[in-house]
């Protein structure tokens, strides 16, 4: 998405300053068109001031968090802040904290998710042709990925030791894509027992089972059942 805009100055520097101040962006992102240069006059008359045409094309992760400022807004919820840094390999991750902030989240993220997939297609929305390159965005609210990471592998853990103890398959509660690697990434590292996934869309569950392939000489230590 482009932004274009025209600015008047004393100078064309003037213009540009302004222009980038309006546009909060560096001026140097600005492709810049003077209109007309600027005059001085004498004693006050003729002065005429510099005219330009700018133009700025938003970044993909400027434009999820406009989408996400305006959830906010909307929402009416106060004083949460947004912000976004690199993630890895050139993504960017957008965190919002502040009270009620949670409210974004909902049971188990589906809010989360449902909002960062929406905000994947406001970032990588091209209008009328434009070249855009394709952007990543994660979003966190309140740290909850880092959270739900901990309980998930925590999980994976006391239901793996479930599996040692009793012999016995244990089938999770259903989960998406991300949480579904978290799990069996866990797993990789314990002896005896492996996992899939079955079901479809967003019934798919994961399934500990003994594996006989692995070396079962050291048993997955027990942990509390609660």
Same mark, same amino acid.
């Given at each position: 998405?482009?932004?274009?805009?025209?600015?008047? /100055?004393? +100078?064309?520097? =003037?213009?540009?300053?302004?222009?980038?101040?309006?546009?909060?962006?560096?001026?140097?992102? %600005?492709?810049?068109?003077?209109?007309?240069?600027?005059?001085?006059?004498?004693? /006050?008359? /003729?002065?005429?001031?510099?005219?330009?045409? &700018?133009?700025?094309?938003?970044?993909?992760?400027?434009?999820? &968090?406009?989408?996400? +400022?305006?959830?906010?807004?909307?929402?009416?919820?106060?004083?949460?802040?947004?912000?976004?840094?690199?993630?890895?390999?050139?993504?960017?991750?957008?965190?919002?904290?502040?009270?009620?902030?949670?409210?974004?989240?909902?049971?188990?993220?589906?809010?989360?998710?449902?909002?960062?997939?929406?905000?994947? %297609?406001?970032?990588?929305?091209?209008?009328?042709?434009?070249?855009?390159?394709?952007?990543?965005?994660?979003?966190?609210?309140?740290?909850?990925?880092?959270?739900?990471?901990?309980?998930?592998?925590?999980? !994976?853990?006391?239901?793996?030791?479930?599996?040692?103890?009793?012999?016995?398959?244990?089938?999770? =509660?259903?989960?998406?894509?991300?949480?579904?690697?978290?799990?069996?990434?866990?797993?990789? /590292?314990?002896?005896?027992?492996?996992?899939?996934?079955?079901?479809?869309?967003?019934?798919?569950?994961?399934?500990?089972?003994?594996?006989?392939?692995? !070396? !079962?000489?050291?048993?997955?230590?027990?942990?509390?059942?609660?």
């Amino acid at each position: 998405m482009k932004k274009e805009l025209i600015m008047t /100055g004393k +100078t064309v520097e =003037e213009a540009l300053k302004k222009a980038a101040a309006e546009l909060n962006v560096a001026e140097e992102e %600005l492709v810049v068109t003077v209109l007309e240069e600027g005059k001085k006059g004498f004693l /006050g008359f /003729g002065s005429v001031e510099a005219k330009i045409s &700018v133009s700025y094309s938003v970044k993909g992760e400027d434009c999820a &968090v406009a989408f996400i +400022t305006k959830i906010i807004e909307d929402m009416d919820l106060q004083g949460l802040v947004i912000g976004k840094k690199a993630g890895n390999n050139d993504d960017v991750v957008i965190t919002v904290d502040g009270e009620n902030a949670g409210l974004l989240i909902g049971h188990h993220g589906e809010t989360l998710d449902s909002l960062q997939y929406l905000a994947n %297609l406001a970032a990588n929305k091209k209008v009328n042709g434009e070249k855009r390159e394709y952007v990543k965005i994660t979003l966190d609210i309140e740290g909850y990925r880092a959270k739900r990471e901990s309980a998930l592998r925590a999980l !994976a853990r006391r239901m793996a030791a479930k599996v040692v103890k009793y012999k016995k398959s244990v089938m999770l =509660e259903p989960m998406n894509p991300y949480e579904r690697r978290i799990i069996h990434s866990e797993v990789q /590292g314990i002896e005896g027992v492996s996992t899939n996934s079955i079901g479809s869309e967003n019934n798919r569950r994961v399934v500990m089972f003994l594996d006989d392939s692995k !070396a !079962a000489s050291a048993p997955v230590a027990e942990e509390s059942e609660d």
